[in-house]
């Protein structure tokens, strides 16, 4: 586990200077959509999360007890769960912002497009009960999609919530934290947005 930790604390500050020095792929097609999606899902949430323990528990305890098999599976369980409600919100804003800007079309690809992603992530440890969890959840919130407003109206409500709701932390201090840790989730998603308005091409929404 600590050695996961350490690849992925590397990668925040790979990041950026990707961004910076080469630039972020354009999104042209639901292959670049899709990777757009998973990627920055998994920055956001590991950022986030990593980053409220981090803040918690003070640096040394929280390098100390990632070598803690139990502490391990909860954070490894809240990573998932995170990743998971931030990729269903990501793929609803990107699908809604889209339909409004671009075309009306692409919602009809909605479900199948997230099945295509959470395939894409069983090689590395998604659990099939859990996939199909999210498969089910997700498919009641397309239901009741305001396609019109959905960019518009909260579109990373879910996720703020789950990283509250699943970091390992004591409820009576995420209760002192809720404020604090939405915010931090917010900003990310919020440079996000404005990252996907400036690679978005004219999508080629060819069915992979």
Not at 37 to 56: D, E, H, M, P
Request: proline letters at 2%; glycine letters at 2%; one cysteine or more.
């Amino acid at each position: 586990m600590l050695q996961q930790f350490l690849r992925v604390f590397k990668e925040f500050f790979a990041d950026p200077a990707k961004k910076l020095f080469l630039g972020e792929k354009k999104i042209k097609n639901f292959e670049d959509l899709r990777n757009f999606i998973s990627q920055k899902s998994a920055y956001v949430t590991q950022f986030t999360l990593y980053g409220y323990l981090r803040t918690r528990m003070g640096g040394f305890a929280f390098y100390k007890a990632l070598n803690d098999e139990k502490f391990s599976v909860s954070v490894n369980i809240a990573r998932w769960n995170i990743f998971l409600a931030s990729v269903q919100d990501l793929l609803l804003f990107t699908f809604s912002y889209i339909y409004n800007k671009q075309d009306r079309n692409i919602i009809l690809h909605t479900k199948t497009f997230l099945e295509k992603i959470l395939e894409e992530q069983q090689p590395y440890g998604l659990d099939i009960e859990l996939k199909n969890k999210t498969l089910e959840e997700f498919n009641q919130r397309v239901e009741k999609v305001n396609w019109h407003m959905s960019y518009k109206q909260k579109p990373f409500e879910k996720s703020c919530e789950a990283l509250l709701s699943w970091a390992p932390i004591a409820d009576q201090l995420k209760d002192l934290d809720k404020e604090i840790v939405i915010n931090s989730m917010d900003i990310q998603w919020q440079n996000i947005m404005i990252d996907f308005v400036k690679l978005l091409q004219p999508l080629n929404s060819h069915v992979e």
